[in-house]
T-cell receptor, first 113, second 113 residues
Framework: DGGITQSPKYLFRKEGQNVTLSCEQN?????MYWYRQDPGQGLRLIYY???????QKGDIAEGYSVSREKKESFPLTVTSAQKNPTAFYLC????????????FGPGTRLLVL | AQSVTQLGSHVSVSEGALVLLRCNYS??????LFWYVQYPNQGLQLLLK??????LVKGINGFEAEFKKSETSFHLTKPSAHMSDAAEYFC???????????FGSGTRLQVQP
């Protein structure tokens, strides 16, 4: 079955540590996205990529980094510069440009120890 | 840039009652409008999608939404609520430059037995 997988489901970060969230899709979609979800705030765009080897900052990119070396994969690194990383992180993909239907993975919940 | 506003962060209905979740878009008629549903600790699932020219859009699980240009609205309805409809619902529109989707802040639907 085609879809988007995210791992791990839960992730714990220690002070000063970088952690990486995985996102893989087998839908053959060109575009991929990372969103952060906090209670009562909806989803906010962190980074997006419309093609391999290219990505753009979203609205809240500070403290995060991404790579897009393969069409199927779009990992997100939460760096130590992100002072408030506790949130639910959602990865999505779409066939065309950003205004098209997006399909979401199951999410990763990041907690700070 | 386009945005959406969801009125009511929490809505509570009785099982079997009408469900009405409100969404208004900000300005010119967007090419697309979306409703997504999120169950606890899961990703978002597409309920339905508006494309230019449609008025009544039917989605999954018995939901539908009516596009009203005169009211800049795209409210989500379901004639009879079921316990399994309890979830958070998000309205979304293509964001600035159509780089990604812009989401409303969400409405949590509670269904009382």
């Amino acid at each position: 079955d085609g879809g988007i997988t995210q791992s791990p489901k839960y992730l714990f970060r220690k002070e000063g540590q970088n952690v990486t969230l995985s996102c893989e899709q087998n839908l053959n979609h060109d575009a991929m996205y990372w969103y952060r979800q906090d209670p009562g705030q909806g989803l906010r765009l962190i980074y997006y990529s419309q093609i391999v080897n290219d990505f753009q900052k979203g609205d809240i990119a500070e403290g995060y980094s991404v790579s897009r070396e393969k069409k199927e994969s779009f990992p997100l690194t939460v760096t130590s510069a992100q002072k408030n990383p506790t949130a639910f992180y959602l990865c999505a993909s779409s066939q065309g440009q950003g205004g098209e239907t997006q399909y979401f993975g199951p999410g990763t919940r990041l907690l700070v120890l | 840039a386009q945005s959406v506003t969801q009125l009511g962060s929490h809505v509570s209905v009785s099982e079997g009652a009408l469900v009405l979740l409100r969404c208004n878009y900000s300005s010119s008629v967007p090419p697309y409008l979306f409703w997504y549903v999120q169950y606890p600790n899961q990703g978002l699932q597409l309920l339905l999608k508006y494309t230019t020219g449609a008025t009544l859009v039917k989605g999954i699980n018995g939901f539908e939404a009516e596009f009203k240009k005169s009211e800049t609205s795209f409210h989500l309805t379901k004639p009879s609520a079921h316990m399994s409809d309890a979830a958070e619902y998000f309205c979304a529109v293509p964001g600035a430059g159509r780089r990604a989707l812009t989401f409303g802040s969400g409405t949590r639907l509670q269904v009382q037995p």
